[in-house]
């Protein structure tokens, strides 16, 4: 039911002035405040305490992220580790099959066809004193017992002043695993290919 005072509807808080009396404090005016953080936290446990401290920023921000607890710190040194072993390895030569012989990076591969073995042999020059000329290259089947006869297939080829060449021949036999020896005037190199 609506109550027409003064023409206006009827309101509950109409007896509540709604605007700031004259005798309200200004802003300029000091509050009261009954919360005291400090007193709270001298009381709280240490471990709240110790959330409310604060931390010192680490300058090395993104290396103090990665060690900044013990889990973290050890899966970054078994990281360092890793990349440490595969480089040690992959400097040795366990990962790839190339080889050096006088400056001249090799890169060997058999592939078997019917009842041979195609070898491609990828020749690379490191530098501009790598050694050109005639290079005899030896392959057998491993032999494990001295008193087999074992066939073996000798083959020349030139390196010459370019800086990659290819070449490819073909061996009359096929073996899970072939012995190479590749022999210049100043070195020799012997390898174990294993054809797929």
Sequence with gaps: MENKDDGLEHRPNKKYSLSKPDGAPS???????????????ANAPKEV???????KKNRFGFLGSLVADKPRRMLFIIIILLCLAIF????????????????????????????????????TAKNADAYTGAVDIVISPIVLNEEEQFPVYSHRVFFTLEKEEGYRFAVPFSDDELLMVLQNEKSTLQLKIKPE
């Design 88 to 123: 040690t390895l992959s400097r040795m030569g366990y990962f790839d099959m190339t080889y050096v012989l006088d400056g001249n990076t090799i890169d060997i591969k058999g592939t078997y066809f019917e009842d041979m073995t195609i070898v491609n042999l990828k020749k």
């Design 49 to 55: 305490q110790d959330l409310y401290k604060e931390q």
């Design 27 to 41: 802003a300029d005016e000091g509050l009261i405040f009954y919360y005291n953080r400090e007193k709270r936290l």
